[in-house]
RNA sequence: GGGCGCAUAACUCAGUGGUAGAGUGCGUCCUUCACACGGACGAAGUCGCAGGUUCAAAUCCUGCUGCGCCCACCA
């Protein structure tokens, strides 16, 4: 085959890697640091994906939208920086190395914290960040060489800094304070890190003794072994059947102490349960809150790993959930037990573990968060940073308007150590330097905090941690702040938020101009994707292709296949009728697809069939092409359209200019659904249905007895064509890069000719 | 308890104060000269329900119903 022919159908698995291939050998993804670099400058800083991932929907449909987004401004000559990087997913790491271990029968503490930090640092040299080779499958463009990982020296320096100057302006301390606790993973989470499951519960009612044998008084709770650490039981001061108790002790059943019968108008909601609250102080948020009002006494009643502890007293190193039981069982057989209904809850699990996390008092540090989400509030409401769509700003609003402190240690091995060191005084010392020697205050030895940081404390510090800050470089004064943020929804407050905060703290300056968001994609039927419902897809079986057995095995693991499968085909009703499984389809293909669904849609149902409708698309651009090519021989393309005169010619200039508005108008407003509906009508029904059939009896030639005409408008028709071809073949490259790369490599176009 | 959003053709979704749109699917026909990963023609919607504003509403407003998401410490 020579240069100018074509395949009759398109095979992307033949075109997309060479081309890829091609692009980082002739270096166009890299940005210029050069402060005399003349052109604009277009930053978007990729959300850095963990270590431990690999491609999914949701990645996929990241690096499709933010690659539009960046070869677009690329091919407008706009010194473009896509900055990538890899999260080490402080919490998520730790566990599935931990994971390892335990199939290995040891344990981080066997191994201790040197040796496992050391392992998991192999476990990265190995494994770790594959999900970058996988990104480029999909035609990521991002400057590769700068790539950064949350825990390289660099960024660790930027993670000790702004952690130093927070706490010098004292925006950092150190706290006890009731948090959530994971007695799994053993370590504390923040809120954002809780997630509240509604489920099935009983409410169980029990009597304390009144002191000196005068009646009892009835309590409701959903966690019966938490009376271990009660210290008072609350009335509303205007009920008038309790009024009489006011004042009066209550004899604990099982731990010798009397607590006190307290009125509290703000706990108690008479119409609920007995109209009488157990507090636990120690344990609950509310009955915390409560403690702190009447000077209660807070008593834990749990280990770090979930049991309880000397003040259980005859449940002492039980589990949480067997002491609930005990506790029950004895307070029946002292016939106190009052009866249990059945009863709705909400149940904080661990974002991560999925256990049912505890309300624990414990010492942690935490970030002041009003002084820093004023200015991130100011900077949306002055317009300095757009969020698209606009209906998450008040989302943004909302969460920043009632922020609570932001937790940051965690019980980790696997993170940035907390840079500060504390002597056998209790003073500590807060230090930029690796390490620390004597105390600041008082000189004596000093050791370092245990604890490690929240993830999100490094990736907050994104925009301009991965650019050299603090040192200022080049790189920082040319590309912070950034000009586009552009990630998924959920992550709106664990990331976006913070970094805007952090970057308006740290730059003065918001850290990009305008928040993208897109949503989540899920299974046909609107379902989210899991490994539990069976109804994941990997991206790459899609560009590749995979017999449904692959695909379910992946969806399913470990499933019986036939099961699976009915599974996988009921989450993708237009899968069903696929046969053996999914055809290449192509990076092209799955990309058009992605950035063909509205931004504004919180859910982005993957349909099957949908993949294919562009990449029969895609074969239409193909077999276009491979049309015209014969007819192009010759041709003067130039910057500007040529002169036209013939009607068909003035039309389709006018409609590839008008497409042309169209596709920029949609990238411009993060409207890529309709830049991609705007192309396609334009190729397929205006040029190839109206304008391609339109040429044929221009050029003749196409029957063995017609010659090929070589007169004005045969010429000039060829012209127009070429220029239309080539024009349009740029206007789709930033959505499918590959095929549009391989055709325009072989058209006339401006200095080839 | 607060907040946000959605309800348009069989499916998935765009859309606009002034005669209902796309893709896919479906039906009939066509392997004819780029493409059957194609072409031609066609069927298909009381734009959730009820009010209101307007010359005009599917589009704006109010209420209702259904669905979804987020935030929140009711024992």
Redesign the pocket.
Known sequence: MTDRELA????PKDVEPRWYAYWIEENVFAAVDDAADPRPVYVLPMPPPNVTGSLHMGHAMTCTLEDILVRSFRMRGYNTLWLPGIDHAGIATQTVIERQLKREGTNRHQLGRERFVERIWEWKATSGGRITEQQRVMGTSADWPRTRFTMDAEMSRAVREAFVRLYEEGLIYRGTRLIYWDCEAQTVLS??E???EPAKGE?FEFAYQVEGGEGELV?????PETMLGDTAV?VHPSDPRYTHLHGKRLVHPFVNRTIPVITDGI????????????VTPAH????H?TGKRHGLEEISILNLDGTLNAEGGPFAGMDRFVARKAVKKALEDKGLARGSKP?D??L?RSERSGTIVEPMISTQWFVKMQPLAEPALAAVRSGETRIIPE??T??YE??LS?I?DWCISRQLWWGHRIPAFHCTDGHITVTREDTLCRCGTCGKPVTQDEDVLDTWFSSGLWPFSTLGWPAQTPALSKFYPASDLETGY?IL?FWVARMMMMGIHFMGKAPFSRVLLHGMVVD???E?MSKVKGNVIDPLDLIHGATFDTVVEKALPGAPPDEALKKFKRAY??AAQMGAGFPAYGGDALRFTLAS??P??????L?P??I?????????I???T??ALPFLEGAQVADTPPAATLLANRWILSRLDAVTRTARQGIDDF?L??AT?GL??FF??EL??WY??LT?PVFGG??EDEPRRDDDAARETRDVLAYTLEAAMRLLHPFVPFITEEIWQKLPRPGTA
């Open positions: 009759k159908a398109y095979d809120n954002l809780v997630e509240n409410l309590v409701a709770t959903t966690r609350a706990l108690v909601d008479p119409e609920f349960g007995t109209g009488a609250v157990k609950d948020f509310n009955d809150a009863h809850l909400v904080p209906e998450w008040k989302t909302h969460f009632n609570l959920d407050f046909e039927t609107g989210k009703p237009s669904y509205s504004q849609a919180k859910r982005i149902p349909s069939r949908k294919e409708g562009y990449r029969h698309f895609c074969n239409k193909w077999n276009a491979r049309f409207r659904d309709e509906q396609y009508d397929w029904n190839c249905s391609l059939e044929k196409r029957k």
